[in-house]
């Protein structure tokens, strides 16, 4: 991807990632890489190029350069996602990592509340890629304390450590106000607090509580009351999404498509892979940006989900 558009190399999408407060989608073209800033308010457009390749594993190309199934999140062949798990903290597979991890409590909508854990490093980064909409840190310590702390506050109070996607999405559109948001993460961490000299881990420093919001950086309050009403299903040859960028929460874009208003969700994981070139046509090389360009492009030609229907709709949306 160029500024002018026009490249001979091929640059594949990696996804989205939250480095700050602002989105950036990120590319790659062998060694290469390069990421987008992404602005609420601006016009994103993009058409999809050839077939979907594995992305590979630790950031080294696939071997075999195999194509991937267009509705996978992982985008990587058999092999590859083997090779990546090996070598994954969040798999559970890395015992003796020496950094500092961080475990957390985060709030994605009501009901809606887990526990998790993060390099001290990165920051809050991984609560952003989450879509975590208002978290605070628990404690501090080694990986293997920080990884007991979650099992003790996943069997003394029921804290899961996953929430689906699809449940996170279905409610940003109706999310209580800010004053309330909180509350649930603030009872947490009190239950939590309470089971120090109970099973909590004496090498994990407990932190005090700090919710923090994320609604503003994730753009929530540009979204009407419900939502968006369809999802992204998967990515097909030839098939263009365009739209106004509105939101973005973990790895989802809410794009207004049309006059119309209605937003659809994208989940980047599903860029993963695919070369993709300008809506209109023009340069190789990612998405299409300035103002303007959702209403010149008012098109989303991939099959979608209706959101609260269970339906699948193919073609133009």
């Given amino acids: ?5 026009v490249c001979d190399v091929t640059w594949r999408c990696t ?14 073209s062998g060694p290469d890489r390069r990421a987008s800033v992404l602005a609420y308010g601006s016009g994103l457009g993009f058409r999809a190029v050839g077939g979907r390749t594995c992305i590979g594993a630790r950031e080294n190309d696939c071997p075999l350069g195999a194509t991937v199934p267009g509705r996978g999140t992982g985008a990587r062949c058999p092999e590859c996602a083997r090779l990546d798990r090996a070598h994954s903290v969040a798999a559970d597979t890395v015992a003796d990592d020496p950094r500092t991890y961080r475990v957390y409590l985060a709030w994605f909508g009501p009901g809606m509340v887990k526990v998790g854990i993060t390099a001290e490093e990165r920051g809050a980064a991984r609560l952003r890629e989450q879509g975590a909409v208002v978290f605070s840190w628990l404690g501090r310590g ?15 109070l029921g804290v899961p450590d996953r929430i689906p996607y699809a449940r996170k999405r279905a409610v940003r559109g109706v999310l209580p106000e800010a004053g309330e948001r909180g509350a649930e993460l603030a009872d947490l961490y009190g239950r939590a607090a309470a089971l120090e000299g109970r099973g909590w881990p004496e090498s994990l420093e407990r932190l005090p509580y700090g919710a923090v919001d994320h609604a503003g950086p994730f753009g929530l309050g540009n979204l009407e009351a419900g939502g968006a009403v369809a999802a992204v299903r998967e990515l097909v040859a030839g098939g263009v999404v365009t739209g106004r960028l509105v939101a973005a929460a973990g790895p989802d874009l809410h794009l207004v498509t049309g006059d119309s208003g209605a937003v659809v969700v994208l989940d980047t994981r599903l860029m993963t892979g695919w070369e993709l070139v300008r809506a209109g046509g023009g340069g190789r090389g990612g998405m299409h940006g300035g103002d303007g360009a959702g209403d010149r492009f008012p098109a989303v030609s991939v099959p979608v989900d209706v959101l609260g229907r269970g339906g699948v709709q193919d073609g133009l949306f």
């Fill in 1 to 5: 991807m160029t500024a002018s558009g």
């Fill in 142 to 156: 080694p990986l293997m304390a920080a990884r007991r702390t979650e099992e003790v506050l996943r069997a003394a």
């Fill in 15 to 28: 996804g989205l990632r939250w480095p700050g407060d602002a989105p950036e989608l990120g590319w790659r």
